[in-house]
């Protein structure tokens, strides 16, 4: 049945095709727990794929995130159909430079129809929003500008409100028999 895939191994070569699809150099690295090594320019990725039959474990994070530091790349990929463990969830959340791809990241990526009929995940199971394990995005030097530039701006605003009300409150008020006269 298209979108059910009974290995891994199908999910990896439907992964592969994507990717070189959309530009990126795929290699077959020989590092345990890694299954791709993806390049395109100067970024490096690795994905690991997990089965897509049971919640990926906390060893399947542990071991890529020790590839990561080790290999010293510039992210990883953690394919997760199934969902992650709730220990594997708090292990991948620490590290900004991991995505996990779960179940709707992949519906995204390769099309609704691919893994629509995958299994729920297990009891005990976590599938996490594919937003929750992204993190925040790195502040750059474009995002500080802007917030300098809106910080004068709120300031140079409150100098202006400030110097019109203290110039009036030397003043003195208006005499009342002169406004009645007119």
Do not use: N
């Not at 993806?38 to 060893?59: F, G, I, M, S, Y």
């Not at 394919?79 to 709707?104: F, I, M, S, W």
Request: proline residues 7%; negative net charge; hydrophobic residues 45%.
């Amino acid at each position: 049945m298209r979108g059910t895939y009974e290995d891994r191994d199908a999910l990896l070569s439907r992964l592969i095709d994507h990717y070189r699809d959309v530009g990126w150099w795929i290699e077959r690295p020989a590092i345990a727990g890694v299954d791709l090594r993806l390049r395109r320019d100067a970024k490096v990725l690795l994905l690991a794929c997990a089965d897509p039959h049971a919640p990926a474990t906390r060893e399947t994070v542990d071991a890529l995130r020790r590839s990561l530091v080790e290999e010293a790349v510039d992210g990883a990929l953690l394919v997760a159909p199934a969902g992650l463990e709730a220990v594997a969830l708090d292990a991948a959340q620490g590290v900004e430079a991991l995505r996990v791809l779960d179940r709707d990241a992949l519906q995204g990526l390769l099309g609704d129809d691919t893994v629509l009929t995958l299994p729920v995940s297990a009891p005990g199971a976590i599938t996490p929003p594919a937003y929750a394990i992204q993190g925040r995005r790195r502040t750059t030097g474009l995002d500080w500008l802007f917030r300098a530039i809106a910080v004068l701006c709120a300031v140079g605003f409150l100098l202006v409100l400030l110097s019109r009300t203290s110039g009036t409150a030397d003043e003195p008020p208006p005499d009342p028999v002169s406004a009645s006269k007119r």
